[in-house]
């Protein structure tokens, strides 16, 4: 098993489902917590409002987390105004 360099709390990270291990989400580290030897994960999305995360999947242990992100290339910040310029 191979350990995952994950910094800081705020780290955005790749990770396997706990319900579907074939499904990857990315999400942002907001807790960690050590207990028995293994690291624990809080997880939330950055759009708090609109998104499954730690609030109802719990933490998630270290050996779910495939990578961290390194480099965001294109954020959407505002998605209502640019799906009006879509339409």
């Known amino acids: 098993q191979r350990q995952m360099c994950i910094r ?11 319900e579907n291990r074939n499904m990857l989400l990315v999400k942002r580290v907001i807790r960690i917590a050590r207990r028995d030897g293994v690291n624990w994960y809080y997880m939330m999305g950055d759009n708090r409002n609109n998104s499954v995360d730690s609030r109802f999947f719990g933490e ?3 050996s779910s987390i495939v ?7 294109f954020s959407v910040k505002d998605k209502k105004r640019i799906l009006k310029r879509i339409e």
């Open 67 to 73: 990578g961290r992100i390194s480099r965001v290339l």
């Open 60 to 62: 998630i242990p270290e």
């Open 8 to 18: 800081d709390r705020n780290d955005i990270v790749v990770f396997r489902s706990l």
